[in-house]
């Protein structure tokens, strides 16, 4: 077995496209197993790859590994024993953790949660589709497209309409950008997914027609509220390349106030 190295370990969970967190050791007081500047990944299901002490200190960065992967949060963490423990935060704002741990020393551990890109996931192979993937590799989002979209690009691949694999969540965006091939099945598979944001690159009227369609098969009322038809904002747009940049404006406009809104709901009441 080879010498392990955190940051080859970094590296290997960004490429899974998972979101985890980095806890760092950045003090230690009395007798303690941890060091100072010990570094391991907290994976979204509390694994823990590299040493950063005993049980005591694994329980606690599990348990707050997990939180700030939810939260997207980076905290300071301490844990002490629980003879010395009169409040949950202590006065410099660490979240305290009780330790039973005989030897009897305090730990300071920096968790920082890595955010991984947005993904975003587009539908169909046409000039549009594949127009709009070269902007959203620009600027930063991750891709997924149908296995028959010939973009030479890093993408994670998907047939037909089967999009459960791709694990999405509220903060993922889908378009349907099919223009004529599988709309109405895209367009379910998109409405149905997690995604919180989907685009349609369509008229209203036909937009209109799928979606009465949809909701004729039981589609709920709230799934087909989530579509935004014609995709894009108007910027007059002509070309593909054009309407393309209007659907990646809006897209980042959509994150960006996405952002604002957890800010403010993570600010609470002043």
């Given amino acids: 077995m080879g010498k392990f190295d955190i940051f080859d370990t970094i590296d290997q969970q960004r490429r899974t496209g ?3 967190c980095v806890a760092t050791v950045v003090r230690t007081a009395d007798v303690t197993s941890a060091k ?3 570094k391991a990944v907290v994976t979204e299901t509390g694994e823990i790859l590299g040493h950063l ?4 200190v694994g329980r606690a960065v599990t348990a707050a590994g997990r939180q700030a992967i939810a939260t997207g949060e980076t905290r300071l963490i301490r844990v002490k024993p629980s003879e010395k423990v009169v409040a949950l935060i202590d006065e410099d704002g660490a979240q305290v953790f009780k330790s039973g741990c005989p030897s009897g020393g305090t730990v300071d ?5 890595y ?3 947005p993904m975003l996931v587009i539908f169909g192979n046409t000039p549009i589709s594949r127009a709009l993937a070269g902007h959203a590799a620009l600027a930063g989002y991750r891709l997924a497209l149908p296995q028959e979209a010939g973009e030479a690009l890093p993408a994670t691949r998907f047939s037909g309409t089967d999009i459960a694999g791709l694990a999405l969540g509220p903060r993922d965006f889908i378009v349907v950008a099919s223009q004529g091939t599988q709309d109405l099945a895209c367009l379910g598979a998109a409405l149905q997914s997690p995604a919180a944001r989907v685009s349609m690159i369509a008229s209203r009227r036909k937009a209109a027609t799928l979606t009465a369609k949809l909701a004729g098969a039981g589609l709920s009322p709230e799934r087909l509220a989530r579509l935004k038809s014609p995709a894009g ?3 007059q747009a002509i070309d593909p390349q054009e309407i393309a940049l209007s659907v990646m404006a809006e897209i980042v406009q959509w994150r960006n106030l996405d952002r604002k809104g957890d800010a403010a709901a993570g600010a609470g009441p002043a």
């Fill in 233 to 235: 904002l108007d910027i």
């Fill in 18 to 20: 998972r979101p985890f």
């Fill in 53 to 56: 002490g005993g049980a005591c």
């Fill in 115 to 117: 955010e991984l890109p």
């Fill in 36 to 38: 100072a500047g010990a």
């Fill in 109 to 113: 551990v920096l968790i920082e949660p």
